[in-house]
């Protein structure tokens, strides 16, 4: 079992940063790829961004690339998320997920930070 437990979120105007984070425990997260989803009130879940075991592989949902930083520290059994230029649109519950190396659905989810992005 892997429990995982963000951090960070707030209220931060348009055009600020706010930087998450996720610390893991149960077992170390170097063999789990992990993601970032939101969901915002009335709407589907997003994948907002995702990194593979050792962070090699980086995949953006076309809304946040270019603003969103993931990155993880498999020493420290952590998971990050930098959020920059912030908009009134990335409002929503933000959770980091785990699953295994080789694949299949995230397994693990923490139990979701709130961002809130004043206009």
């Known amino acids: 079992q892997v429990q995982l437990v963000e951090s960070g979120g707030g209220l931060v105007q348009t055009g600020g940063s706010l930087r998450l984070s996720c610390a893991a425990s149960?077992?170390?997260?170097?063999?789990?790829?992990m993601a970032w989803f939101r969901q915002a009130p009335g709407k589907e879940r997003e994948q907002a961004a995702s990194i593979t075991w050792s962070g090699g592989t980086i995949n953006y949902a076309e809304s946040v690339r270019g603003r969103f930083v993931i990155s993880r520290d498999n020493a420290k059994n952590s998971l990050y998320l930098q959020m920059n230029s912030l908009k009134p649109e990335d409002t929503a519950v933000y959770y980091c997920a785990a699953k295994p190396r080789w694949g299949g659905k995230y397994q693990y989810w923490g139990q979701g930070t709130q961002v809130t992005v004043s206009s």
């Open positions: 149960g077992r170390a997260i170097s063999t789990y790829a």
